[in-house]
């Protein structure tokens, strides 16, 4: 795969010469682009070689040449239970999804239900906007082959991959669980929003016990799924209401526990990736981008979108999502 920042011009011309792609860039800029093999997200935010920038003038263009077939579908919120129905023998699948949508949250509270879910890799991101316009312009995600633009809908990408070739997914989380002797929480229903929470088995206002002890909501809440720690990160608290607002579900009886402060959010992301990332697709959480004020900062070799949540299988926060296809 080919990892590119193209000017409109340049994607287009990409495009017309019948490349399999997946584009990142403003809605304006998506809107232009020809139709073809390809899916789009809009994206403003990227990380680059030189450090994260907001980037409207130029698309950030995937291209896999190693793609034997491309499938492109539409799925509304109701759909997404028959995406596993695309999945290629011995491919992958892309979906981008348009954050703050219905097909955001359904996807998120029980795509890994989904029949054959996990026969495949899956991987994606949620599309989003510059945080000024949150609240005024809607997400988009782009069908290539119709350059139809939706808001309320996943796109999805199912590939066919040149033999011998393995996707990879693998995800880079830069947090640790706290102390394990800090009380645990469990809530008692999933959902994006909680107002109560159980702490060593006694239901507590959650608002409340995170404002009253000075909890930093910048770091985010930790799980243990089989070994993989699993961030959730909050979005909002509010005293009044007593609302506590996540951007992606807190799962019913999970215990989870804030991750470790860090000294350098930059520096730690740049050491936990070490060498490598050309050729590799991959994106990063737009709270990563701010809490660790990536504008103008390196990270390593890892370039792509910025994102409102990241796609391996499941929906995740505060993470880097990567990808390699490898050679047998």
Known sequence: MKNELLSLDDAAARIASGAVMTIAGDEALLAQLPKGNWIGGTAVYFVTETGGAVIRDRLYCTTFPEATTADIRVLGAHDLPRICEGYAEGGMTFVLIPAFSEAHSVFAMSGTDY???FNQPLVGWISGVHLDDIG?????????LTGQAHDDAAVVMHLGLEQGLTPQVDIVNIFSQGEQTAPGLRFTQSGFSAQTVLIDGVETPLAAYLLDNGIDTRLPLMANYGGALINVSV???????????????????????????????????????????????SCNCILNYLYGELEGKPTGKFTGPVTFGEIAYMLLNQTMMRLELKAA
């Open 235 to 281: 979005q909002s608290v509010e005293r009044d209401s007593g609302m506590v607002t996540f951007y992606a579900p807190v799962m019913e009886g999970v215990e989870y526990r804030f991750a470790r402060p860090l000294e350098n959010y930059a520096h730690a992301f740049a050491q936990q990736l070490g060498e490598g990332g050309e050729g590799q697709y």
């Open 136 to 144: 005024r312009v809607a997400p988009k995600v782009v069908d290539g």
């Open 115 to 117: 029949p054959g879910f």
